[in-house]
């Protein structure tokens, strides 16, 4: 019976996420967000982000090694969060695909992938709605009022213990011609390997 790898063996297996491994705190974060009567407000706020290595995961012919990861970030001056999301970082070695699979308690849920080389220090991923292999699902309110068409994201690894990001989501929002890109950014910086 083969015993189970280590953390650090694991963490050899995770290609371009094995840079991400920890516990991760910002606070220069950016949001851009739709405000309460539709129009713009922009945030600045504080994220702590954990990344918790696992695998494998054999999936018949595809192995996977992951990172199961939780963000809560908070507005400046304010105690309670106002965002969260749960979910994993996949890393697939054969197909050399990264996929970031999440969910955020307002009833949406992403699945999001990208071709990228396993030392890359920069890479992108996106998901579409309607995609049969890297979409977006969300709830019938935010469907119908903030629907959800597309998600991009950009990591920069900046050296061992730092990285930032990127995201723009694309809302088709009622009472809009065009997309509202509801965008956030963030430097952090790891508190714990």
Known sequence: MATAPTREEIIQELGPLAALAGTWEGSKGEDVAPSDDR???ENAFNERLTFEPFGPVNNHEQTLWGLRYQTTAWR???KDPFHEETGYWLWD?????????FMIPRGVTVLAGGTV????KE????ADAGSDTYGICSNKFLDREFKTVR???KV???GDDEFSYEEDTQLKMKGRKDLFHHTDRNRLKRVKA
């Open 156 to 158: 920069t690894i900046h």
């Open 151 to 153: 998600y991009e994201l």
């Open 117 to 120: 080389e396993p030392k890359a």
């Open 123 to 126: 890479f992108q991923l996106a």
């Open 39 to 41: 129009g713009t407000e």
């Open 76 to 78: 400046k001056g304010e």
């Open 93 to 101: 070695p054969k197909e050399k695909q990264v996929l970031r699979s």
